[in-house]
């Protein structure tokens, strides 16, 4: 699931809101705003608390799209 995925463990490091909004330089209020509007997926804590994998957000840096960063041959995910 998209958006509001929850995750008990990871292999992947995952950040916080305030973590994301320093790499962008922009308010940890503006990336929550992002991941409402489906720019960016999140994953919710067993605390409700927000969380961005590291690889989707060093691909945004980097320009890419973060909805096929981490799938192999940028295959679009299924609606």
Known sequence: MRGGEIVES???RLLTPG???ALFRVDPK???R???AGRIS???T???HRRFRESEVHALLRGE???TADRPNGD???V
Do not use: F, H, N, Y
Request: hydrophobic share 40%.
């Open 30 to 32: 503006t990336v929550t």
């Open 76 to 78: 679009s995910p299924r």
């Open 42 to 44: 999140s994953i919710r």
């Open 10 to 12: 990871s292999s992947e």
């Open 19 to 21: 973590e994301v909004a």
């Open 46 to 48: 067993p605390g409700g």
């Open 34 to 36: 992002w991941a409402a």
């Open 65 to 67: 799209d973060a909805l």
